[in-house]
C-alpha cells in the first residue's frame, strides 16, 4: 500500500499568496483607470437652456 503525500501549505505562504494576488488586482485596477482617462468621451458643446417657467405656472 502506497501512503499519499499531503503537504499542507503553511498559513504564512497562503497569506503570502493573498497579498500578492490582491496587488495584483490593485495594478490593474489602476492601470485600467488611467487607460479609461486617456480615451476621449464625447461631450455636448452647447449648453442647453430650457424654460421651465410655463411648467411651473401650470403646477
Excluded at 493573498?18 to 495584483?24: K, S
Excluded at 479609461?36 to 449648453?47: G, L, S, V, W
Amino acid at each position: 500500500m502506497q501512503l499519499k503525500y499531503n503537504r499542507q501549505s503553511s498559513l504564512g505562504s497562503s497569506i503570502l499568496k493573498i497579498i500578492i494576488r490582491l496587488l495584483i488586482a490593485i495594478i490593474i485596477f489602476i492601470v485600467a483607470v488611467f487607460l479609461i482617462e486617456k480615451i476621449d468621451f464625447p461631450n455636448p458643446q452647447k449648453k442647453y437652456n430650457i424654460d421651465i417657467s410655463n411648467d411651473i405656472k401650470k403646477l
